[in-house]
């Protein structure tokens, strides 16, 4: 079975600065698909950034880009410039060609003014 | 983008009544839907898969009798927690796949706190 695994409970950045959240995976299929996704107060799931796994460049999406070691099977965040907005929880998260979603435990960020 | 609503957003109901929960997709068919459970600063789990026209698939440790799930059409999927009780309190959020694909192939619904009491 595959698991995703999220080993920071909370990290914390200062506005304008850079942070990397970490995840990691474990699965034996060879197509997938992984997933950023954000959570603020609000409880919406907002999609954040994805990487296919078969593409060895890593996936980027304005301020926010990924760190993909397929190998190492590591999947990390970085966000660059961090702003106030950018505060709510984040969730590394599995897809299986199954379409079926296997969610980490999440990582809490608090920018700080 | 594509929107998943959830009706309602939040359900206050007592001990042994069963409740409903509606999950759409409003400017897309969903061939197949998806129904996570959230505890309260915890991670979303997996409850069952849910394709139209045909039974849900229940992830294992999920008891199929009490939380039935019908996808009776390409845009509404519905949970109904049955004979509810305190530890079925929750948020819940279903998510739609849109077999369109893309970027955003997978849209979730803003989700619906129930209390039991």
């Known amino acids: 079975a595959q698991t995703v695994t999220q080993s920071q409970p909370e990290m914390s950045v200062q506005e304008a600065e850079t942070v990397t959240l970490s995840c990691t995976y474990d699965?034996?299929?060879?197509?997938?698909?992984l997933f950023w996704y954000k959570q603020p107060p609000s409880r919406q799931m907002i999609l954040v950034i994805r990487?296919?796994?078969?593409?060895?460049q890593n996936a980027t999406e304005n301020r926010f880009s990924v760190n993909f070691q397929k190998a190492a099977k590591s999947f990390s965040l970085k966000i660059s410039d961090s702003q106030l907005g950018d505060a709510a929880m984040y969730f590394c998260?599995?897809?299986?060609?199954?379409?079926?979603?296997?969610f980490g435990t999440g990582t809490r960020l608090k920018v700080l003014a | 983008g594509a929107v998943v609503s959830q009706h309602p957003s939040r359900v206050i109901c007592k001990s042994g009544t069963s409740v409903k929960i509606e999950c759409r997709s409003l400017d897309f068919q969903a061939t197949t839907m998806f129904w996570y459970r959230q505890f309260p600063k915890k991670s979303l789990m997996l409850m069952a898969t849910s394709n139209e026209g045909s039974k849900a698939t229940y992830e294992q440790g999920v008891e199929k009798d009490k939380f039935l799930i019908n996808h009776a059409s390409l845009t509404l999927s519905t949970l109904t927690v049955t004979s509810a009780h305190p530890e079925d309190s929750s948020f819940y959020i279903c998510?739609?796949?849109?077999?369109?694909?893309?970027?955003?192939?997978?849209?979730f619904g803003p989700g619906t706190r129930l209390t039991v009491t």
């Open positions: 699965t034996s299929e060879s197509d997938y698909y």
């Open positions: 998260a599995y897809r299986s060609g199954t379409y079926k979603y296997i």
């Open positions: 990487q296919e796994a078969y593409k060895q």
């Open positions: 998510s739609a796949r849109d077999p369109a694909g893309g970027l955003y192939e997978q849209y």
